[in-house]
């Protein structure tokens, strides 16, 4: 076993669907220093995480070291990338008011099958954004604005290369538009502001109807608060102060 004092030169082996490049960048260890099994140990995790964020789950990595003489030694990192993992199916726990076919219509991760063109591709960065932005985002436009996910697992078949998304979620109270009113306007009437009010009842048309059919999504109340309805809404009432010369005006 080579010493803690021997200096140490390193080689990556086995990269295929990741760059050399990028792999080598995990490793922090500088050339020709001691070698700190430490550091190695550190190496190893970065890089299993940097497959894992690609969506290979399967990756295994391991050093080898080589004496090259007395105060020398080669350390090879060995990669075994394995099978790209593909999500295979979404399970969520606690959605009482939202189907989890509409959870799944909102995400950019889709399961493999959910239409026939989709593979199931897994990347960890992309379902990140699924869970903290785009899912609770649906529900906010569906009025439930206290929505939270509590929990959310990877559940990862190694032997068959799939993985199974599970998800606890709270949905809460689902908001209903309330009354309207409009305060501390006067450059523009009450009536001319009610105008950008978006929540006016009005029948759905029928290309949504025939959408949500198509899409099996389930159809949103029309008294139902839509978050993002409101904020274009309120962009819209600054805009047109602005147009109007009041660039400083307040919308809240």
Do not use: C
């Not at 020398?72 to 075994?80: A, M």
């Not at 604005?145 to 689902?174: W, Y």
């Not at 409101?230 to 400083?248: E, L």
């Amino acid at each position: 076993t080579p010493s803690r004092g021997a200096g140490a030169s390193r080689e990556i082996q086995g990269t295929k669907a990741l760059s050399e490049r990028t792999v080598r960048d995990q490793v922090t260890m500088p050339s020709e220093k001691p070698l700190d099994p430490a550091a190695v140990a550190h190496a190893i995790f970065r890089i299993d995480s940097t497959y894992e964020k690609s969506g290979y789950y399967l990756a295994h990595v391991q050093a080898d070291t080589t004496v090259v003489d007395s105060t020398h030694v080669r350390l090879v990192l060995h990669v075994e990338e394995g099978r790209h993992v593909a999500l295979s199916g979404l399970s969520v726990i606690g959605n009482d008011r939202v189907p989890a076919v509409d959870i799944a219509h909102a995400m950019k991760t889709r399961p493999e099958g959910f239409f026939w063109w989709n593979r199931g591709d897994l990347s960890d960065d992309v379902l990140r954004t699924d869970l903290s932005e785009h899912i609770p985002t649906l529900y906010a436009n569906r009025g439930f604005l206290d929505f939270r996910i509590e929990q959310d697992s990877l559940i990862v078949d190694r032997t068959r290369g799939k993985a199974l998304l599970q998800l606890t979620v709270q949905e809460g109270p689902e908001y209903r538009v309330g009354d309207f009113e409009v305060t501390g306007s006067r450059h523009f009437s009450n009536e001319q502001l009610h105008q950008f009010y978006p929540f006016e009842e009005q029948s759905r048309p029928l290309i949504s109807k025939i959408t949500d059919f198509i899409r099996r999504r389930t159809p949103v109340p029309l008294d139902a608060f839509s978050q993002q309805k409101w904020d274009d809404a309120t962009n819209d009432v600054r805009t047109a102060y602005s147009n109007d010369g009041y660039i400083y005006a307040s919308v809240r």
